[in-house]
């Protein structure tokens, strides 16, 4: 997918007196882009749009102007898109219970693990590549980046409508799978292409 460029952001006072419908059409597409997976695990499928947003959004929470500053955003937010064949995702691992943040979040330990976060369809399944730096022995982020590289013969049955796709988490205290709407599914199919 190809990188988002500072001559593609529009100019702070531009993005402020369109922010409300960018906003809008961006969480409409989101909406379509999200999945839960049993109690705790939300995955957001990056593209093009959601990133430009998001660089958008950084530079106008942080104030940043400066060209060298815009570009390191730019290039910080370029690693969440896919690359060839792949698709990529921000997981969450969202937890609610305050009083129980700490110790909900240290059972996740070892989800960034190998063939913990899949997806399958029919027949043939893939599973989540983490980016490193979001775990310690000790501890875990509740914020992930992973991406999944698709093969062949994946991307020639998700585009079977009648084949069920479904995303799993298989972790010990996480045993969970959750059916692609077909509306998740187009996306996939559209970022592939």
Request: hydrophobic share 40%.
């Amino acid at each position: 997918m190809k990188h988002v460029t500072p001559k593609e952001l529009i100019s702070a006072a531009a993005y402020e007196e369109q922010r409300t419908k960018i906003r809008r059409r961006i969480i409409a597409l989101k909406k379509r882009r999200r999945i839960t997976v049993g109690d705790y695990i939300t995955l957001v499928f990056e593209n093009r749009e959601t990133v430009l947003f998001q660089i958008q959004e950084m530079l106008r929470t942080e104030r940043i102007f400066a060209p060298e500053k815009i570009q390191e955003e730019c290039d910080v937010y370029n690693e969440l898109l896919p690359g060839t064949n792949e698709i990529s995702a921000t997981l969450f691992i969202e937890i609610t219970d305050s009083d129980r943040i700490q110790e909900l979040l240290d059972s996740f330990q070892s989800i960034d693990e190998s063939n913990t976060v899949g997806i399958s369809v029919g027949e043939h399944k893939i599973f989540a590549n983490f980016e490193a730096g979001h775990s310690k022995e000790d501890k875990i982020s509740a914020v992930h980046f992973v991406r999944f590289s698709t093969t062949p013969a994946f991307r020639e049955h998700l585009a079977q409508s009648e084949t069920p796709v479904f995303l799993t988490i298989t972790h010990p205290h996480c045993q969970a799978k959750a059916l692609i709407p077909p509306e998740m599914r187009e996306e996939w199919l559209h970022d592939l292409l």
